[in-house]
């Protein structure tokens, strides 16, 4: 627990202690008897800090127990991600991310022999990645974007989160897609990437909507298309059109969060965390308004069916890694074969 404690002093600034007024613990199986540590591998702000910090408190409230968030970016969320995979399986500490990110993390090479059956699975949302642009950029629309993206590429910043950010994921496809390059401006996180990009750090951010809704809402970041098949509402907000308004075949997979926990760790822990998220998370009114307010999708599950709903965009940045020459182990070395799209 030495590291996990230093990691957390270092960022004291944002890190959040979270537990409920008065909370006792339920009857589980589990009785923590001290602070959990959920280790958020990206700056404060970003969409997965965010969830994390609706989600958080409904687990403290249940445990009877301070839920200790500590944000430590770095690689690409890989640091953060290594420490808890290093910390001692006893329960106490957790991470969360978007899923494909720690299912990927060995093609990439950011983080050795890991695969998403390293970890226990609760997610609570769906994610899409949003194309904008400052508020006052010359860009109207997509198709305006698009033919400058072609024209004049390498020349357009584009301000995400890392290579294997959701962001960064999302222009590599825009750009793979597109036939189109671009220089990438990286930052500790979404919600950082967002705010630069708003104050005209970067021309464009393809940064997640949840960490560009507050912005959009402002009218400090024009959204220009969502990665998606539909179009997106953000509430006060004009809807979002679809990318595939511009880019019919662009490859399009729900992009889960949640919070996961290392296998290892004691039987009871699960059956505990998976009580509370079937009873509690899965019918949270917060979750439920985070969602709606930010232009996510409320979409909690765990276990089996959480790991198949993940598969569809863990087999597509797995691949797409391959694909765009960013893979550093083959996919075949977490258990997926790009030939036919599927697991091995």
């Known amino acids: ?40 591998p990206w700056g404060a702000g970003g969409s997965t800090d965010q969830v994390t910090r609706v989600t958080a408190p409904i687990l403290a409230e249940q445990l009877g127990t301070e839920i200790v968030v500590v944000n430590q970016p770095g690689a690409s ?51 899409v990645p949003v194309v904008s642009v400052p508020a006052d950029s010359e860009f109207e629309d997509f198709g305006q974007l698009l033919e400058a993206f072609k024209d004049h590429g390498s020349e357009i910043t584009v301000g995400t989160a890392g290579v294997t950010s959701s962001g960064g994921m999302a222009i590599a496809g825009l750009g793979h897609e597109g036939d189109f390059e671009y220089r990438m401006v990286t930052y500790d996180g979404g919600g950082p990437a967002a705010i630069a990009t ?27 298309a969502v990665l998606s098949a539909e179009p997106l509402t953000i509430e006060g907000a004009e809807p979002i059109p679809p990318i595939t308004e511009w880019m019919p075949e662009f490859p399009i997979a729900p992009d889960y969060f949640g919070i996961f926990i290392p296998q290892g760790v004691p039987e009871e822990v699960v059956e505990t965390v998976n009580q509370i998220w079937e009873e509690h998370v899965s019918n949270s009114e917060a979750l439920m308004d985070y969602a709606q307010t930010n232009g996510a999708v409320f979409s909690p599950s765990y276990g089996e069916e959480a790991r198949a709903l993940s598969m569809p965009v863990v087999i597509m940045e797995a691949c797409a890694a ?7 182990n083959d996919p075949s070395t977490i258990g997926i074969d790009c030939e036919t799209g599927t697991e091995m």
């Open 77 to 127: 969320g890989a640091v953060g991600t290594q420490e808890v995979l290093n910390a001692p399986k006893d329960g106490y500490t957790w991470t969360a991310n978007a899923i494909a990110n720690n299912a990927t993390y060995t093609v990439t090479g950011l983080v050795p022999d890991t695969s998403i059956d390293d970890w226990h699975i609760y997610l609570s949302v769906a994610n």
């Open 1 to 40: 627990m030495r590291l996990v404690t230093k990691a957390a002093l270092a960022v004291a600034a944002s890190t959040i202690a979270l537990t409920a007024a008065g909370a006792f613990a339920q009857d589980y199986s589990w009785q923590p008897d001290r602070p959990i540590n959920i280790i958020v």
């Open 322 to 328: 391959e694909g765009r020459g960013l893979e550093v």
């Open 198 to 224: 708003a104050g005209g750090e970067a021309m464009v951010t393809t940064q997640l909507a949840v960490e560009q809704a507050e912005l959009i809402r402002g009218g400090r970041l024009r959204p220009l």
